[in-house]
């Protein structure tokens, strides 16, 4: 019976300083708690977040060099260096079709 007398004892001691620790570590927190930066209308977006700034002026600083000059209009030879015609993109689709289909009909035969 002594026993569960001190166990009871004990318990509730615990219990109490376990709960005035806690009390003190919240109040603790309360006074180290620092005003927010920004309030909650600063952080809210508008369409002007969303605007890109305008360019910085071309003075005097690093800018963008080409390695060979902008033309304004390609040449007919330079036009044709890259140029493929829609005739031959088209007949080479029907051909990659073609070859899976035969594929699929070789794959059946056998």
Known sequence: MAFL????????????????TAAQAREEALRA??????????LAL????????AP?????????????????????EIADRYWVSPREIATEIVESMNDRSMERL????K
């Open 56 to 76: 910085p002026a071309a003075e005097g600083g690093p800018r963008y060099v080409p390695f060979r000059p902008r033309l304004a209009r390609w040449t007919a």
């Open 33 to 42: 708690r620092k005003k927010p930066v920004l309030t909650t209308e600063e």
């Open 106 to 109: 070789f794959q059946d035969v």
């Open 46 to 53: 508008s369409v002007d977040d969303f605007m890109l700034p």
């Open 5 to 20: 007398v001190t166990l009871t004892i004990l318990a509730t001691s615990l219990a109490a300083r376990t709960r005035q």
